[in-house]
Structure formats: structure tokens, C-alpha cells
């Protein structure tokens, strides 16, 4: 069947007999291609330690190469969001896939690591098109009792691709290189291409305006600088003076951003979507998830490593336990958020999110891996409940031609919350690390190494640290070192888990007072 042209509206619902092949090809389409955006913001944790060897990287350079990643995808979604729904969502979903291939490639064939952090950026520019127009092309696809399935399938593929990270991460690294981290995007990448093109119907906002690049420019930078200013506060401290202006000029440039959209006859945010409770819930939601448990992983993923001392593939494969339990569960919440009101899934989910948090704690110097298990299988069950009936949310409170703004805000606050989340986290977890690690080796190692060494425990490099100090004092240093670092990242881990504990219950409690069943929009 030929595909709608580009400018016609998909509002009505087609017939069955003219959908029934086209959808099931689009909602394809789309899960590969999120698949891969999402996979890319874990599946590099695992090699971050071939990274800094081959490509002589600091750790600052490290969160560099992740967080580039998301901050442009959390800057751009919006933006594509306005773009897609005037020009047609299949063409900007196409578009961003191509630049996401050329974003992979650029990565893999990287010589330096300013050059790969360049690269992950541009990966993210079309990871943005990409993610901005997924929940759009399935809302205009998919109708009835169809779409629970479909948005089923889409959450179980979110909170695989983010799990499954560390799996896949360590199984090409340890057997090819860290190199094919990204190259294996590549045949995928051509796959979904040729599928939306062929398969895929156009759909677009017969209503869209320009885009607004004003609004662009400025939330970009503010988003910039709060991310820059949280990385640094764990280098040098939050009340140093580059610090405190990142973060204030970060409050300032979003109060204009506020004040931009208020303005604007055709803004890429319409603020008057949250005066619906549900909207508002569904972002809140969404910052909540990812701040939390996603942002968390990145953290977990190190302790396993690089203090428990397991290889990439052993380190990937013991949080099977978490991808598992989320794809069980989402498949589960797909079929009920057609029969079950969508604030009895994401308020409980996130309940049980925080129960799961909360048995991560406790982890002590002379724990096993073993102990992560319960924690990783309840909050994983957490995630499958929320993913499926939020990917709704997002767009069930608008017209479909609406839907590429909202899921484009949706979007941006997800990747906010890994963006911010990670910086935060990232900030508190080395600060209270090398606060620790410095007081604990103070007196008893070279004043000459103390700086070295609280560096590397800093970013959680416990065996690398404490090979150092054999180096230098034998088996009395690598016990020293080994154990002071251990206890440090131990207490640090802690500590931020039980951060991430707060913004699960707390988010929990707001979602179910926000969300509400008559919001959404009937189909």
C-alpha cells in the first residue's frame, strides 16, 4: 500500500483493513529505533574503563562521553517534537535515524577522546528526532485495544534497552572491542530506515507553526549549564565560584525559557498543558524514573565492576536480574492499562520502584554481588509497571495531531532526569568518596600519591587504585588502599541509593494525586 504523502493528517482512524499490516510495521520501526538510542545511554558503563586506557581519558572526560549523549538528546527533543509535527513525523524520524548513523560510526573510528565525546553529541542530535517522534507515530498508528498492546511492547523495550546495557556493553567489549559498542548500531540502524520508509504512514500537525528557536537556544543553554555545573560541583566542590554561576545562570536562562514560551503565538512547549494534572503528572513521572533507578545503574554498574572486580560480561549478566523483571512486568501492565485507570500502575509502580531501592541498601564492605538481588528484582518489577501506561500518558491527554509535542516534553523530561541525574548523582557519589578516601590514606601513603590515589577511588577505581599502591608499597599498600576505597564508594553508594529513594516514593505519591482517568482524551 502506498504511504499517506507528506502534509495529510492521520486524525480519523483508517479501517482495518488498511491498518492492519502498516501498524504492526510502524510500532517495529519504532521499538528498533528507540531500542538503540536507549541502549546507547547504558552500554557504554561497562567500557568506560577500555575507554580511558586506549584513549588516555581523565574521569571528568568519562561523564563527558555519557552525558553528552543526553544532554543534547534532552535538549533537542522538544524542538524535533515541533519540527516532526510540521514537516511529518515518519521524514524527522527517518532523518534523526540517519544522523544517529553517522553518529555511531564517528564514535567507533574515534582517536581521541574529545573526538568521541563530539561524536556521542551528534548521536544524540539524531537520537532526539528519533525519540521525539516515537510516541507520536504509534498514537497515529494505533487506536482501540490495539494501542495498550502497542504501547505495551514500546515500555518493555524502553526498560530492556536500558537494563540490557551493561550485557551487551561487556559481551563486545571483552570479544571484540569497545569500538563495536557502536558499530553494532549500524545494521540496525539500516533496518529501521528502510522499514519507515517502505511501511511507515506520514502524519504531521495540519496546525504547526515554525519552530520556535528562540526557545530552543535558551532551554539548550540553560540545560548546559546546569549539567556543567553539576559535574564540576564534584571536582572542585558546589560553592566554588564557576560552580554557583553555572547553576544560578541555569535558573535564570530557564526562568527566560518560561517567560519565551509564555509569549510566543507558536511555542515549542504550549504551557497551557499543564493545567491538565495528568500532563504534569506524566512529566513528573518521567524526571522521576530516570533521576532514580536509570540514573542509579550507572553507579551500580561500577560498584560491580570495579569493587567487586568482575569482568564486563559478569557484570552485564547480573543485572539480568533487573532487565528480567521488567520486561516480565511490562508485558503484564501493557494488558491491563487497557482495563486498569493508568494512576493505579505508575502510582504503585513507583511504590514498589522505592521498596526496591530501598533493599539495595544496606550494601557493606563484605558484601557479595548476591545481596543486589532482591533490590534489582523489585525495583525491576517497579519499572515494568510504569514504562507501558506512561508512554500512554504522555500523549492520551491530546488530539493525535497534537501528540508530537507532548510526547517531545514527555521525551525531555525523561532524558532531563538521566542528564541531571546522573551529574547529581555522579557529584555527591565522588565528593563524599574523595572526602572519605583522603581522610582514610591521610598519614599513612606518600604525600606525593595521595592525590592520584583520591582520584581514582573518586570515580570508583578501587582495583586500579590499590594495584597502584602495590606498586609502590607492596601488598600492605594494596590492602590499605583496597580497603579504605571499598569502604569509601560502600558509604557513598549508600548514601545516593537512598536519594534515589526519596525521588521514587515521592514521586509516587504525586503521580497518584495528579493523574487522572478523565484527562485523557478519548480515541
Known amino acids: 500500500m502506498p504511504d499517506q504523502p507528506v502534509g495529510a493528517t492521520s486524525t480519523e482512524a483508517p479501517s482495518a483493513e488498511r491498518t492492519t499490516d502498516p501498524k504492526w ?35 571528568s572526560d568519562l561523564q563527558w562521553v555519557i552525558d553528552a549523549y543526553a544532554l543534547s538528546l534532552a535538549a533537542l527533543l522538544l524542538t524535533a517534537g515541533s519540527l516532526s509535527d510540521l514537516y511529518g513525523r515518519r521524514r524527522i524520524f527517518v532523518i534523526g535515524t540517519v544522523l544517529f548513523t553517522i ?25 532526539a528526532a528519533m525519540f521525539a517522534t516515537a510516541l507520536a507515530l504509534l498514537a497515529s498508528a494505533f487506536h482501540g485495544k490495539d494501542r495498550g498492546t502497542a504501547f505495551g511492547v514500546f515500555g518493555a523495550t524502553t526498560g530492556v534497552a536500558v537494563a540490557v546495557g551493561p ?9 571484540l572491542s569497545w569500538r563495536w559498542i557502536f558499530f553494532v548500531n549500524v545494521p540496525l540502524c539500516l533496518v529501521a530506515i528502510a522499514v519507515s520508509l517502505t511501511k511507515v504512514r506520514e502524519s504531521h500537525d ?26 564540576e560541583a564534584g571536582q572542585d566542590g558546589w560553592t566554588q565560584p564557576t560552580v554557583v554561576v553555572c547553576l544560578v545562570a541555569a535558573a535564570v536562562l530557564l526562568a527566560l525559557f518560561v517567560v519565551s514560551q509564555m509569549v510566543q503565538q507558536h511555542p515549542m512547549f504550549d504551557l497551557g498543558l499543564l493545567r491538565k494534572p495528568t500532563f504534569t503528572g506524566g512529566l513528573i513521572a518521567a524526571f522521576g524514573v530516570s533521576a532514580s533507578i536509570f540514573s542509579l545503574l550507572t553507579f551500580l554498574v561500577i560498584y560491580v565492576q570495579n569493587v567487586l572486580g568482575y569482568s564486563p560480561i559478569g557484570t552485564g549478566i547480573r543485572f539480568l536480574f533487573l532487565s528480567g523483571a521488567s520486561f516480565v512486568a511490562a508485558a503484564v ?105 583522603r581522610s582514610g ?48 564508594v560502600v558509604d557513598a553508594l549508600n548514601h545516593i541509593i537512598a536519594i534515589s529513594v526519596v525521588i521514587a516514593f515521592v514521586t509516587g505519591v504525586l503521580t497518584l494525586f495528579l493523574i487522572r482517568q478523565k484527562d485523557f482524551v478519548q480515541r
Not at 521499538?31 to 584513549?55: R, W
Not at 570508583?460 to 587504585?465: H, L, N, P, R, Y
Request: aromatic residues 4%.
Open 206 to 231: 495540519p496546525r504547526a507553526g515554525r519552530p520556535d528557536w528562540v526557545g530552543f537556544v535558551v532551554f539548550t543553554a540553560a540545560l548546559a549549564c546546569l549539567v556543567y555545573g553539576l559535574i
Open 167 to 175: 550485557v551487551l556493553g561487556g559481551v563486545l567489549t571483552s570479544g
Open 333 to 437: 501492565a501493557g494488558r491491563l492499562s487497557e482495563r486498569v485507570p493508568v494512576k493505579w500502575l505508575i502510582g504503585p509502580g513507583f511504590l514498589v520502584l522505592g521498596v526496591g531501592l530501598l533493599l539495595l541498601r544496606g550494601i557493606e564492605t563484605t558484601s557479595s554481588w548476591t545481596h543486589l538481588i532482591p533490590g534489582l528484582l523489585v525495583s525491576g518489577i517497579g519499572i515494568g509497571m510504569i514504562n507501558p501506561p506512561l508512554a500512554s500518558t504522555a500523549v492520551g491527554v491530546v488530539s493525535v495531531d497534537r501528540s508530537g509535542m507532548a510526547s517531545g516534553v514527555n521525551s525531555t523530561l525523561r532524558q532531563v532526569g538521566i542528564a541531571t541525574g546522573i551529574a547529581a548523582l555522579g557529584s555527591i557519589f565522588s565528593q563524599q568518596v574523595a572526602d572519605s578516601a
Open 103 to 127: 553518529g555511531s560510526v564517528a564514535c567507533g573510528l574515534a582517536q581521541s577522546i574529545t573526538v568521541l565525546t563530539v561524536s556521542r553529541a551528534f548521536q544524540g542530535i539524531g537520537g
Open 441 to 488: 590514606l591521610q598519614g599513612k601513603v606518600p604525600p606525593g600519591a595521595l592525590d592520584g590515589l583520591t582520584s581514582a577511588l573518586s570515580g570508583g577505581q578501587v582495583s586500579a587504585a590499590a594495584q597502584a599502591a602495590r606498586a609502590r608499597a607492596g601488598q600492605r599498600g594494596y590492602d590499605l588502599v583496597h580497603q579504605v576505597g571499598t569502604s569509601s
Open 25 to 59: 510495521w510502524t510500532l517495529a520501526a519504532v521499538c528498533l529505533g528507540v531500542f538503540m538510542l536507549l541502549l546507547d545511554i547504558t552500554i557504554v558503563n561497562v567500557a568506560l574503563p577500555d575507554i580511558q586506557s586506549e584513549l588516555s581519558a581523565s574521569l
